[in-house]
């Protein structure tokens, strides 16, 4: 059987097709051999901007910000832990201040401990020595002794005259101006003012459900006119019995007693320094050790510092007030005051509550300072911080606390 012949169009086109598909692969292989350099090229520039289009990122990393609320919680916990080592910082400088006080005063109380006993033994021995040299001097001048004292003995007798001067008080009504004089009567009212107020703050208190009155004991630096004593007892009704006063200078202390013509009871007179007699003896089971006055529990206390030297009053609130027994739900009002009141009276102030805060602390109380506040306490609301001068002076500052519960 033959095959049938096939026809012409059908075989024309088959070249044709063939034809076509060889000029395309001729024209693709002649289109890159002529592109292969620039192709090159553009995929090594393309692989080099990759590789530091990704480095770049890498790098900026840490520094493209966190989400919003990741930024939050960041900054809140930076705020916390802040807060927490700024709390550990003020409680370590705290507890710093007030073991420093308290090392402070352990000092002075060793100091203290007989200093009043020894200082009193050498004033007598003094004296004896003077009189000694007083009767020498006395004697009658004769062929045989026409210098009866010494050039030495001379010598010695002015020098001890002249420390009796020292010692004595130098406190002086009589050279008091008129506006001091009002300035020191409107403090004795309010420290009158304030130990009823405690009294009251005490026997009102949801803790103190048994409380009975108790006798209100006060101590104050007074002197020899007995000005403070005499407005307590006077203005304030209170019994010499609860008025108690220390003073360095004896001819003071003899103003102040019943005895040289004055209010107090001579047991309530201490010839010694504020500090020195309300120091408490270093071992309980010796009482006798400490200040004539340590063992008394007082309601209130006004201290003079006699001077502009403010460190005096942190001694005797130090001396007052650190103690191992107390009776913390208890009010007690302090008082201070300083000569020289428009001298760096901002600074002495400062430096005094300071000293006050830490020892109210210690006792596990809180101090107040009460003339911010006057007529609350039954103060008037005219009293003043700084007062008129003494012949002059510059003014007298005194101001008032209140050491009250915790709540």
Known sequence: MHNRPRKRG???????????????????FFFLLINIPTLCAFSRRTIQHYHTTTCMVSSLQPMIPQRKHDTKLLEGRERRSSSHNDGDESCSSKKSSEESLLASEESARQ?????????????????????????????PRNEEHENIMSEAEVAEMKGLLKVRENFEEQYDPLTFTKEHLEF???HNDALIALVRYCERAQSSSSLQQ???????????????????????????EFDANQCFVANRHILTCDALK??????????????????????????????????????????????????????????MLSAA??????????????????LGGNKNVVEKELAVSR???IIARNRGM?????????????????????????????GTFTTWHILEPER
């Open 10 to 28: 059908t075989v024309m086109k088959c070249v044709t097709t063939t034809r076509s598909i060889g000029k395309a692969f001729n024209f693709i």
């Open 184 to 186: 020191k009567a409107m």
């Open 355 to 357: 000293a006050l805060t």
């Open 366 to 394: 809180r101090m107040v300072h009460v003339l911010d506040d006057p007529v609350t306490y039954g103060i008037s609301a005219d009293i003043k911080k700084i007062g008129g001068s003494e012949g002059g002076g510059g």
């Open 210 to 236: 048994q409380y009975t009155k108790e006798v209100s004991n006060i101590f104050v630096l007074d002197g020899p006119d007995g000005g403070t004593t005499s407005a307590l007892i006077d203005r304030g």
């Open 111 to 139: 100091i203290r401990s007989g200093q009043a006993k020894q200082r009193l033994e050498k004033a007598v021995r003094r004296e004896d020595r003077i009189a000694e040299l007083e009767q020498k001097a006395a004697l």
């Open 258 to 315: 019943l005895s040289g013509g004055g209010r107090l009871l001579e047991k309530n007179v201490v010839h010694a320094t504020a500090a020195e007699a309300l120091t408490m003896a270093a071992d309980s089971a010796n009482p006798g050790e400490g200040g004539a006055l340590s063992n008394i529990d007082f309601r209130a206390y006004y201290f003079d510092g006699c001077g502009g030297f403010y460190p005096h009053i942190i001694n």
């Open 321 to 338: 007030l650190i103690r191992k027994k107390f009776n913390v739900d208890k009010p007690i009002a302090v008082g201070y005051s300083l």
